[in-house]
């Protein structure tokens, strides 16, 4: 039996590593990146073991939402701002739009204005869904809540409604991760469909049922948009479900926003495997080593107790 603290200390490391080990190649084109490395998991390997690993703007935010769940019984869209701010460290590499709301409420500018119009509709950038994951667990099996949180964790950057569906399918995938034992392309898909809102996901996800191997992930694109990342994490998530490693370099082999996309697959199967995973990877170069590590594992019990 895996605990619930196992399953969110699994979820977070399973991130974060994924974060800082895709950032390595952020941006990078896949027919490059397949001609630089034999395979995804000499990728992986190389990219996990080459100097310091540190977390971008995915871990930094995914652990604000992971703090202000393990303080708070709801999200509060403005509290949870107020975190983003504190913890705000822009080098770490921000998306546009997030950069400049986060900036805009921190100097008390024009926020609400410009998070519904810097962008048409608000932002649909995979920001929101990149560190919704927690979400999942803290609410596990409760949908609705699930839906209703997470639409609060996306709303002070992004309020597109793809920007927010894309942070609904990656926490309710981890509700799932965490509460089912068996994890396929076609129940994931069959979960998860009904409850979307738009087409383009609806779409998606369809196809998403009929994944079967590596080659039909591409479809589902390596941007920074929700629509065109979210549906490739939980392809990964779904062909590799018990495997970290593999998941993971999948994810990263698809090129283009491999931090997010990676982060958010290692979300999922860190939720759904626990940290059994972190044994095989050298967790212990992220961050300040040991002393983060036990950071995170305190966060977890705190998020489970
Ligand atoms: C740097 C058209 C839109 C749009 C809309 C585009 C970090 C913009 C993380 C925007 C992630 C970009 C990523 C990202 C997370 C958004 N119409 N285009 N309605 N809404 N876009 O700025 O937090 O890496 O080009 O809100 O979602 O690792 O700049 O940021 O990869 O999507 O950034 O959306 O980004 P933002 P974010
Ligand atoms: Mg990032
Ligand atoms: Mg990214």
Redesign the pocket.
């Known amino acids: 039996m895996i605990s619930r603290a196992d399953r969110i200390f699994g979820c977070l490391i399973g991130l974060v590593f994924a974060d800082a080990v895709g950032s390595r190649f ?1 941006g990078v084109d896949p027919v490059q990146l397949r001609s630089q490395f034999s395979d995804k998991l000499s990728a992986f390997e190389y990219a996990s073991n080459r100097g310091g690993l540190q977390y ?3 871990g930094q935010m995914a652990l604000a939402i992971a703090e202000h769940l393990a303080e708070n019984t709801t999200i509060v869209s403005e509290a949870l701002m107020t975190r983003f701010v504190n913890v705000y460290e822009p080098w770490r ?6 950069r400049v709301l986060i900036e805009a409420f921190r100097d008390k500018a024009d926020y609400e204005f410009m998070a519904e119009h810097l ?10 869904a ?1 560190r919704s994951a927690p979400i999942g667990l803290r609410f596990m099996g409760d949908t609705n809540r699930i839906l209703e949180e997470a639409k609060s964790s996306a709303w002070p ?2 309020r ?1 409604e793809l ?1 927010i569906e894309g942070a609904q399918l990656i926490a309710v995938a981890a509700s799932l991760a965490a509460s089912e034992s068996s994890i396929d392309p076609v129940m994931l898909a069959d979960s998860l469909l009904p409850l979307c809102s738009t087409v383009v996901f609806q779409n998606r996800l369809a196809r998403l049922r009929e994944v079967k191997s590596d080659v039909d992930i591409e479809q589902f694109g390596n941007g ?2 929700a629509h065109e990342s979210v549906v490739t994490a939980l392809s990964c998530f779904a062909l590799y479900p018990q495997d970290y490693q593999k998941a993971v370099a999948t994810a990263i082999w698809q090129g283009g ?1 491999t ?2 996309i990676g982060a958010m697959t290692g979300a999922l199967v860190g939720a759904h495997v626990g940290p059994s995973f972190s044994t095989e990877i050298p967790i212990e170069r992220l961050e300040e080593g040991q002393e983060f590590i036990k950071y995170v594992r305190e966060l977890a019990d705190r998020l489970a107790g």
């Open positions: 952020e971008t703007d995915d590499g921000y998306g546009r739009g997030a962008f048409p509709g608000g932002s649909l950038g995979n920001g929101a990149m950057t992004h597109h920007g920074i948009e926003d931090d997010t």
